[in-house]
C-alpha cells in the first residue's frame, strides 16, 4: 500500500468515526418530545396534575419538555444523564411551582370554569385555548391590582364585599376583552 492510500485510508476512517460521534449528538426531533411526553403520564397522580384536564397535561407536559430540551439541546446527552428519573422529577415539581407562582393555571382551580360560566361571567363552550386565555388575563389584572399572593388570597380569604366586587370586576373585563362578552346587571329596587 503506498503511502497516500494509506494516509487517504486513515482520514477517511477518522472521517467516518468523527461522523458518527457527531451522528450522537442528536438534536430533539418530534419522537423524542412525544417519547418524554408520555414517560411524564407517570407523573399524573401528583396531587396538583390529577385534576388537569388532558388538553391542559399536554400544555404542562410541554412546559417540563420544552424547559428540559432548553438546558439539553442535545438529546443524547439527556438520554445519558446519570440519575435522568430525578433530574426530570425536578422539572415536574419546578414546573408545578412556576405555575403556582404564575397564578393562570392555578386560577382555574379557584375560579372553576364551569362556576364562572353558571354566574353569567364566561359564555359555555370555550376551548381550551380561550379558557386558557381567560385565566392569563384574569392573572395579570391580579399580578397589578395584588403584589403579593398572600395579599390576594387574603382578599379571597378575609376580603370585604368590595374585594369580591373587584375580582369579579376584573373577570368581567377579561371576559368582556377576549369574547366581546358582558353581563349586565338589572338592579331592581324594592320599596317596602
Request: proline fraction near 3%; aromatic fraction near 10%; charged fraction near 25%.
Amino acid at each position: 500500500m503506498t503511502m497516500k492510500k494509506y494516509l487517504f485510508t486513515i482520514v477517511a476512517l477518522a472521517a467516518i468515526i468523527l461522523g458518527s460521534g457527531c451522528a450522537k449528538e442528536k438534536k430533539w426531533g418530534e419522537a423524542e418530545r412525544n417519547k418524554l411526553r408520555e414517560e411524564l403520564r407517570a407523573y399524573r397522580d401528583m396531587v396538583y396534575l390529577d385534576n388537569l384536564a388532558e388538553a391542559e397535561f399536554i400544555d404542562f407536559s410541554g412546559d417540563v419538555v420544552e424547559a428540559i430540551e432548553i438546558d439539553y439541546p442535545v438529546y443524547t446527552t439527556f438520554v445519558e444523564l446519570p440519575g435522568r428519573g430525578d433530574t426530570v422529577e425536578v422539572y415536574v415539581v419546578s414546573t408545578i411551582v412556576e405555575e403556582l407562582n404564575t397564578d393562570p393555571h392555578n386560577l382555574r382551580n379557584i375560579f372553576p370554569y364551569p362556576q364562572l360560566v353558571a354566574d353569567g361571567i364566561l359564555p359555555a363552550g370555550l376551548n381550551h385555548q380561550a379558557q386558557r386565555a381567560f385565566y392569563d388575563c384574569l392573572s395579570h389584572k391580579i399580578k397589578r391590582t395584588y403584589h403579593t399572593t398572600t395579599a390576594f388570597f387574603d382578599a379571597l380569604v378575609d376580603g370585604t364585599q368590595a374585594d369580591v366586587d373587584k375580582i369579579t370586576d376584573m373577570q368581567m373585563q377579561c371576559a368582556a376583552d377576549l369574547f366581546d362578552w358582558g353581563i349586565e346587571v338589572d338592579e331592581t329596587v324594592v320599596i317596602d
